[in-house]
């Protein structure tokens, strides 16, 4: 039997989640009070020792210990099949592309995108389709938040201290979708990224929250992405040209893909239909400066190259609507990161 | 019940003081700006001002990749090889 | 130095105190900076030049991390006795024979605490303020007389008495008797033989007198508590001189008190207590739980104890024989809590008018019953009764009334 060397609290059984509350281990909501037994269940789901380290987060000096993940994925409310995912995706804001610091403590209030690809999505059933966003699947909704309860129990970033968010949004309770492989007509995203279909992984990125957009008139591919692009092209990236995430649901899928059109394709117009000029970011205050005489024909793209658009087929069959992400920060700041859910 | 600690506690890394020097006569001055909107601004104001006013002997503003990094290597060097004090700037 | 505007004070103090460097000079403007006039940047500037200047050539006030230059040598005189002499003028001994802290000795003692002679354990020591290196503590256990093995203890106490929670400030200078008393739990209490049986809390035991008196001395010449002058007490009390002991965990029917405050059974660790000396509960007629209550609470019912004006926790050491007696009774220690803070509770009219309403003030809801058959508990809630099991065989428990205005800290003991 392990043992596990987190300090101990006795309460009562009755007092235990307002303990919790009390002790401020918690996001705002109730927490599964972490026991040594559910503690433990979780950690031999992973087929995890508790002093093997996750991951190292350079900046705050701070090991994250499996033990201290599994801690926080109890209270999450994590089932202990979940662990695998939970891990990944504590290796990926551990990695120096990820670079903790900035997600972790910006005014910008990035919420923690989770991309889930790969058998495990269905295995756990993270959901891909109906209600993407929203509630109602514990998968979703438990893994995004044992993440956040890791960076603030153990990394620190608790709201109004080290995370100086100015807004935030709701996805930094939890942001975790998966990619619907089973319908898409495209690469995985997982593939793309240079895993094998039959791996499952966990892309992390630090994003804003989503945007919607409507087109329910066309029935081509360039129509639909022109008004991608539109709502897109001035989004808070443009500056800092920041990764983008394109979220394609299924009735947009359908005609994109009748089109013929594969992911490259849809990456190469969107980054020809998202330059905007010089004049009209000076104008409307976005870059710094007086607008000089030529600024209307200088133009600034989105992001900085094509493959800068993660593009992500989920979303409900139903419903003439699909969405965007814009990342918190340019790549040199944080960039998405993938690892395998072992 | 019997519950379990998901915080950590800070480590407590005692790093050694460098002695202050008595005054800025002479010295040399770092100026680490983080990118955000006039950190450089304040900061070459404050470095002309101990120039002008304190016999600071020169200053050198760097610039760090992104505020959201830690100053890279070569800041570091630098700045350990050719200045007296540093002034880092944080926040926007 | 670090440059930043104000709503940023708390990320730079936590960043700096994260690298090492708590003590870090940071000086702010105001916010923001960002979309400012360049004029205004400008006069932001000279707003914080001089700060900036001063930050750059001036230590900073209170060392948390900085080397401790070596302690001077002094010459002193060879001859033992005509050393107590020497070391009680300049203010060094309890009063009692103090083994001399030449090098060879203090080194030891620092080699026994396993850190650098310059560390820094607790960068500023009430009332004085003045940072306690492992050299200084070392050079304190020396006259005390403690060995290199008794090291790991006394830091690990001097850690829990500089814990905000303990109050060491108002410990040390209060006219109140308090002083810490040392409670040792886990493995290391037989390893270096401190007791907690028979005649525990008297003489006879080197670790436990040693340890305590160590934490005394250290107390005084560093933290500055010297009686009569910053030391106000208006009577004290022989645990001034050494105040320490074990549980006597084996013959504990209960979990003891460390796993209680959240340790392992198998890690050590020592309890501060800001405690009064002990008063004695003779019982040696009862034979169950509810009728030794009697005494036990008869006892913790004390009206003019500072638990009973300032709260804070009081504790209830009870002998091994009570301990049988109210566990062969199905009681848990929670059950002993509760009914000791029950039952323990004290008369209003037992109260001077003058002290109902002065205390009045002190924590509301107290002291502002106006029914003379009113009672008041003897700690504010009942989880602030401690309880532990220590002592030899004798039908005799102790009660410990702690300043009031202070927490009991646990720290674990490396090593």
């Known amino acids: 039997m392990p043992t596990l060397s987190s300090k101990r609290h006795k309460v009562e059984d009755l007092d235990a989640t307002e303990f919790c509350f009390q002790q401020g281990w918690t996001d705002g909501l109730p927490v599964i009070p972490p026991t040594e037994e559910r503690v433990l269940t979780m950690l031999k789901a992973a087929n995890l020792n508790p002093d093997d380290q996750i991951g190292y987060i350079d900046n705050r000096a701070v090991a994250v210990s499996a033990e201290k993940v599994a801690l926080n994925a109890v209270m999450a409310g994590c089932r202990p099949e979940y662990m695998r ?43 891909a389709g109906d209600n993407l966003f929203g509630p109602g699947w514990r998968a979703n909704a438990t893994i995004g938040r044992a993440v956040r309860l890791v960076m603030r129990n153990v990394a620190g970033s608790r709201p109004g201290l080290l995370d100086r968010g100015t807004l935030g949004h709701p996805g930094k309770l939890s942001y975790v979708i998966a990619e619907n492989e089973a319908e898409s007509p495209w690469t995985p995203l997982h593939v793309e990224r240079g895993f094998t ?31 991608c692009a539109d709502d897109m092209r001035t989004s808070g990236g443009i500056g800092r040209q920041a990764e983008h995430v394109v979220i394609i649901a299924g009735e947009h899928m359908k005609t994109i893909a009748a089109d013929g059109w ?81 | ?70 100053a890279h290597k070569e800041i570091i060097d630098e700045v350990k090889a050719g200045f007296d004090v540093v002034v880092a700037g944080v926040g926007d | ?34 979309g400012v006039d360049p004029k205004l940047i400008r006069d932001r500037a000279e707003s914080v030049v001089d700060r900036v200047l001063n930050a750059l050539t001036t230590d900073p006030p209170l060392p948390a991390a900085r080397r401790i230059a070596a302690a001077d040598a002094v010459q002193a005189p060879d001859d033992l006795d005509a050393f107590q002499e020497w070391a009680a003028a300049r203010g060094w001994s309890d009063a009692l024979p103090v083994l001399p802290p030449t090098a060879a000795r203090v080194a030891r003692l620092i080699a026994g605490s396993r850190l650098a002679r310059d560390f820094v354990l607790v960068p500023s020591l009430a009332p004085a303020m003045r940072p306690a290196s492992i050299e200084a503590v070392a050079i304190n256990a020396a006259m005390a007389g403690a060995g290199p093995e008794h090291m790991p203890v006394v830091l690990a106490a001097l850690r829990a008495l500089a814990d905000p929670a303990f109050n060491l400030n108002a410990i040390q200078t209060t006219t109140h008797p308090c002083t810490p008393l040392l409670v040792v739990n886990g493995p290391i209490a037989a390893r270096l033989g401190i007791s907690g049986g028979a005649n525990a809390l008297g003489n006879g035991y080197r670790a436990n007198a040693v340890i305590g008196r160590a934490v005394r001395l250290v107390l005084q010449n560093v933290g500055g508590a010297i009686p009569g ?61 509810d009728s030794l209550l009697k005494a036990l ?9 500072n638990n009973i004006y300032y709260g804070g926790e009081a504790l209830v050491i009870v002998g091994p024989e009570h301990a049988r007696t109210i566990a062969d009774s199905g009681w848990s220690k929670a059950d002993l809590k509760r009914a000791l803070w029950e039952r323990g509770r004290v008369r209003m009219d037992a109260f001077s008018q003058e002290n109902v309403s002065r205390y009045k003030h002190i924590i509301p809801g107290r002291f502002d019953q106006t029914d003379s058959a009113a009672t008041i508990t003897p700690t504010v809630r009942w989880e602030d009764v401690m309880v532990m099991v220590a002592g030899g065989p004798g039908k005799h428990s102790v009660v410990v009334p702690t300043f009031g205005a202070t927490r009991a800290v646990t720290a674990r003991i490396d090593g």
């Open chain 1, 197 to 227: 279909k039959e791996q499952s992984t966990v892309t992390v990125l630090a994003a804003q929250g989503p945007h919607q957009f409507y087109n329910q008139l066309s029935n081509t591919a360039a129509g639909i992405l022109t008004t």
């Open chain 1, 85 to 127: 995912v939970v891990v990944a995706a504590v290796q990926g804001i551990c990695d120096p592309a990820w670079s903790y610091h900035g997600p972790g403590t910006s005014t910008g209030g990035a919420g923690v995108l989770l991309i889930v690809n790969g058998p495990i999505a269905r295995q756990l059933d993270i959901n």
């Open chain 1, 262 to 342: 594969t992911k490259a394709d849809i990456r190469k117009f969107l980054f020809e239909h998202t330059q905007v000029s010089h004049e009209h970011l000076k104008q409307t205050n976005r870059i710094a400066g007086a607008v000089q005489p030529g600024d209307d024909k200088k133009m600034r793209a989105l992001v900085a190259a094509p493959e800068d658009f993660l593009v992500v087929a989920a979303g409900g069959m139903a419903g003439a609507f699909s969405g965007y992400i814009p990342a918190w920060g340019s790549k040199t700041t944080s960039r998405a990161v993938t690892k395998e859910v072992k």
């Open chain 3, 1 to 34: 130095m670090l440059l930043g505007t104000e709503p940023f004070r708390s990320l730079a103090t936590t960043a700096a105190a994260a690298a090492g460097m708590p003590h870090l000079a940071i000086e702010l403007v105001q916010h923001p900076l960002g």
């Open chain 3, 297 to 305: 609470a008869g006892t913790v019912a004390a009206p003019a104890s």
């Open chain 3, 229 to 289: 002058e910053t030391d106000r007490a208006t009577l004290g009390h022989p645990g001034k001189f050494t105040y320490c002991l074990a549980e006597n965990e084996a013959e504990s029917p209960w979990e003891p008190l460390h796993v209680e405050r959240g340790f392992r059974r198998d890690e050590s660790t020592v309890t501060v207590l800001g405690a009064a000396g002990p008063h004695n509960v003779n019982d040696h007629g009862s034979a169950s739980a």
């Open chain 2, 1 to 70: 019940m019997e519950l379990l600690d998901p915080t950590v506690e800070q480590p407590q890394q005692a790093i050694d003081f460098a002695p202050r020097p008595g005054a800025l006569a002479g010295k040399r001055v770092a100026l680490i700006e983080n990118t955000k909107y006039n950190s450089d601004k304040i900061l070459e104001r404050i470095g002309n001002i101990l120039k002008a006013e304190h016999g600071v002997a020169s200053f050198k503003i760097f610039r760090k990749h992104n505020s959201g990094v830690p």
